[in-house]
């Protein structure tokens, strides 16, 4: 027979874990000044320029200081290629009395005056009323990817396994988010995509634990409830580990050789993937644990 | 080998083979033909050669006038650059012999963010338009004149000479549209930016006999069709009016209609009108559905006070017979036939109209009388270089995703690893020919989808090789370890998958077209993966299981 590893009995570990995590990141979030919103959310231009010569960033932003411009400027890319990207955000929102392509071209016009033969590679710009759009339909998404997950657990376990999941999948979504906000990565819409995988990536591992421990229940119908966790946690875990590497090993390719945009992305889902077997073994199978022993069945 | 087994491995290999074929108009060669103008120097068509012989491809002068570039990686943007170089009549690509009858294979296109191009989002002025009609506008009413200004648009957008441009109804009345390879942002946001014209005029049936007459002597465009450009439109449309005498009173324009699939407008046949407006478009009040005396459906409208005498005018007996043409930019979109004299400013348009049809004209003529304002919500235009560098780096990162994966997997199983190396392969040939077959458009986040589902791939894999190593060490046969092993693992495998596509699902239902992507590639390819790992991986299993006596299996 295996070891079992008693993974009930440490999980005040893990729930020290989690609080400690919520605390750091909830300070770090208020200490960057609330969450970095992308333009994509709050409206606002971002331009991407290519320099003729080497510059740097400090005589980029002394060039938008001059024009009055407040904004943010980032490397984009590999630095032989001289790129950078420039966003502003749209300061009050809904002021619609400067037209918004002047809005560019006068960060456009900051640039190439100070930068000659500088050539502006890509543009975006955002109104205010799409961002409120996407914040209102990202919720709506969660809640109701929520809500049918909970369904087909319900109809495929029982009700319990269905709450765990969704304590569990709560708990990562909350904590990738407060993650962006800790290190300070910009919340646009990749990033929500992101979000959004790393709950149903975390959904699956869980599934994965819940589904063994469901055989195991008719297996070991005369042991504990606490038995039978540790029992499939620790038979579940040579897999949880193995594809959590392989995963992991395709988004670590993602984060190193990706472009400006995509590395942030891969960063949370690296973090988010992590939380997702942490989530399952100390949070979604303790819920249910926890449940049973308010209830006197465990 | 059982009879079975047979039949399953001709089933797998026709799927494959099938898989194979409908993805090689994606990564297969391309041929970009160009066509020259007639008067184009011999300069210009050694310019293109260099410019293409430098960049990699292989160059051929078919004749007089025409080159064939032919190589890996054409787009859409490459096209469009080309019909922009001096000298240079058309450039269309060459279909793949997959994209013909039967098999009717598609290609996966490349984002704005791959090839490079822009992406506008327009929302209709809805507070000016309630201001100008002094109500607040019902859903209902946001609905109709959203789908107004798409008509515009439709009307309008292919002016910019960009092949293969997209335009998509959005939430809340905004409307998407994307132009890959554009090199001016500016005139196209000029030309977007303006109301549309709507005009109706009088049809001059004998000059237009005489045009369609013109154009049924040349051959060239009974097999073609009309030119799709503006630009060779308008030539050809002076050639007419030249040729056929047309007097200073008349102008010769093309009819318009659309194509069912592709929503495209295309030109049918020319039509001459009078140049002398008989009503302006906002002559006409209101135009909406309605059903005439037959139970067919029509299109009802009322014309203003000013307008009800225009319109007597023009319905006067002496036009009767006639046709009154509606244009919009320049365009006709529809020659209803003059039947009665109408003095009461109320009348239809009757006609065999499907249901679109009748939704198209009414959105038409209340252009005319309630232009709507359009405003630019959203703007992202991407440089090629950009593009390319993303499209690299995206693949490099796939690319390596695979090896890594495949040596770990192999690493750690041997032999099964090989098997599963072979499904992750497998799977992604799966991926991409459902995804050429749904004609997708990859962006650089569906690029992050590719390489996430290589890692999850594997997870069925695992799941499954983790369960026969724990049959098997509980003592279980090997035969009987594999076979216990994919049955225990099914469920798990299918309620594991079924969340994340649920997930997966709603996500591809977000308006967004980066989210989209992702969602759309991370689906399919969860559905592949499932397939490859519980049906032919197991099959594979299967064969190894008809061994007699096997003893040990490298996992």
Redesign the interface.
């Known amino acids: 027979m295996e070891r079992t590893i008693k993974f009930m009995e440490y999980r005040w570990i893990g729930y020290l874990i989690t609080l400690f995590l919520f605390i750091i990141f909830i300070i770090g979030t208020i200490k960057r000044g609330g969450f970095n919103w992308g333009i994509d959310f709050v409206g606002g231009y971002k331009i991407i320029v290519k320099f003729p010569n080497p510059v740097q960033l400090s005589e980029i932003r002394r060039a938008l200081e001059n024009a009055g411009i407040k904004g943010e400027v980032q490397q984009y890319g590999d630095e032989i290629n001289n790129e950078y990207v420039i966003s502003t955000r749209l300061q009050e929102r809904g002021r619609r009395d400067e037209s918004q392509s002047q809005g560019i071209t006068v960060i456009e016009n900051a640039i190439t005056s100070a930068f000659p033969n500088t050539l502006v590679v890509g543009r975006e710009e955002v109104g205010p009323a799409i961002g409120d759009y996407l914040k209102k339909s990202a919720l709506y998404l969660i809640a109701w990817c929520l809500v049918f997950m909970m369904l087909y657990l319900a109809f495929r376990f029982e009700f319990r396994f269905a709450v765990g999941a969704l304590v569990a999948v709560i708990h990562d979504v909350l904590l990738s988010l407060l993650f962006c906000g800790f290190v300070g990565i910009e919340i646009n819409i990749p990033i929500v995509a992101g979000v959004l995988t790393i709950f149903g990536y975390s959904i699956n591992d869980t599934i994965v634990v819940y589904d063994r421990i469901r055989e195991n229940m008719e297996n070991m119908a005369k042991q504990s409830f606490k038995e039978i966790s540790n029992r499939s946690i620790s038979q579940t875990l040579n897999r949880t580990i193995l594809t959590t590497v392989t995963t992991l090993m395709a988004v670590l390719c993602l984060y190193i050789m990706g472009e400006a945009i995509i590395n942030d992305f891969a960063l949370l889902l690296l973090f988010g993937f992590t939380m997702g077997i942490f989530s399952t073994v100390f949070v979604a199978t303790p819920v249910i644990y926890e449940w049973k022993r308010l209830s006197k069945e465990a | 080998m059982k009879r079975g087994a047979v039949y399953k491995l001709i089933f797998i290999s026709a799927v494959i083979a099938f898989a194979v074929i409908l993805i090689l108009p994606t990564v297969g060669k391309r041929e970009l033909v160009i066509t020259l103008q007639d008067g184009a120097v011999a300069d210009q068509a050694d310019a293109i050669v260099a410019r293409y012989t430098r960049d990699g491809y292989e160059v051929t002068k078919k004749s007089e006038n025409t080159i064939s570039v032919k190589g890996y990686g054409l787009n859409d943007a490459v096209m469009n650059e080309a019909r922009t170089f001096p000298g240079v009549k058309d450039a269309k690509f060459v279909p793949h012999w997959a994209e013909g009858k039967p098999i009717k294979a598609r290609r996966i296109n490349l984002g704005l963010d791959l090839q490079g191009g822009m992406q506008l989002?327009l929302?209709p002025k809805f507070d000016v338009l309630e201001r100008r009609l002094g109500k607040k506008l019902s859903e209902s009413d946001i609905e109709e004149v959203s789908q107004q200004a798409l008509e515009l648009l439709r009307n309008r957008v292919d002016q910019f000479g960009v092949s293969e441009p997209q335009l998509r109804r959005r939430?809340?009345g905004?409307i998407e549209i994307q132009l890959p390879g554009v090199r001016d942002?500016e005139a196209v946001?000029r030309l977007i930016g303006t109301t549309g014209r709507v005009e109706y005029r009088l049809v001059n049936d004998e000059y237009t006999q005489k045009a369609e007459e013109w154009l049924q002597g040349k051959t060239e465009f009974k097999e073609k069709g009309l030119p799709l450009e503006p630009a060779s439109q308008r030539a050809l449309l002076d050639e007419i009016a030249k040729d056929i005498n047309l007097p200073p009173s008349l102008e010769v324009l093309f009819y318009f209609e659309r194509v069912p699939q592709t929503k495209k407008l295309i030109p049918v046949r020319p039509m001459v009108l009078e140049k002398q407006l008989s009503l302006a478009g906002d002559d006409i009040s209101k135009a909406y559905r309605a059903y005439d005396e037959y139970g067919r459906l029509c299109v009802s409208f009322s014309t203003t006070t000013e307008g009800a005498a225009k319109f007597a005018e023009a319905t006067s007996k002496k036009n009767h017979g006639k046709r009154l043409a509606i244009v919009i930019d320049n365009k006709v979109r529809s020659a209803p036939s003059i039947n009665v004299h109408i003095t009461t400013g109320h009348a239809q348009i009757q006609g065999d109209f499907t249901l679109e049809e009748v939704d198209t004209l009414v959105s038409i003529i209340k252009e005319g009388a309630l232009p709507v304002d359009l405003?630019?919500?959203?703007?992202?235009?991407?440089?090629p270089?950009?593009g390319v560098?993303?499209m690299k780096?995206?693949f490099?990162?796939?690319g390596?995703?695979i090896v890594?994966?495949c040596l770990?997997?192999i690493v750690?199983y041997k032999i099964s690893g090989i098997i599963s190396a072979f499904g992750v392969i497998l799977n992604i040939v799966f991926m991409l020919s459902i995804l050429s077959w749904l004609n997708f458009t990859l962006t650089?986040?569906g690029i992050?989808g590719f390489?996430?589902t290589?890692?999850?791939a594997?997870?069925a894999n695992?799941?499954i090789y983790?369960r026969i190593k724990?049959e098997i060490?509980s003592g279980k046969s090997v035969k009987l370890a594999i076979t216990s092993g994919f049955e225990?693992a099914f469920?798990?495998i299918i309620?594991?998958?079924?969340?994340?596509l649920?997930?997966?699902f709603?996500?591809s239902?977000?308006?967004?077209g980066?989210?989209k992507g992702?969602?759309v590639t991370?689906s399919i390819g969860v559905l592949t993966s499932m397939f490859v790992a519980l049906y032919i991986t197991k099959f594979v299993f299967e064969l190894i299981s008809m061994k007699k006596n096997l003893k040990k299996l490298s996992i």
């Open positions: 989002v929302i939430q809340s905004a942002p946001k405003e630019r919500a959203e703007e992202r235009s991407v440089g270089s950009i560098d993303a780096s995206g490099k990162a796939l390596i995703a890594a994966v770990f997997m750690y650089l986040p992050a390489i996430l290589i890692g999850m594997v997870d695992v799941i983790e724990e060490k225990r469920w798990t309620d594991s998958n079924v969340t994340t649920i997930a997966a709603i996500l239902q977000f308006g967004t980066p989210i992702f969602a991370l």
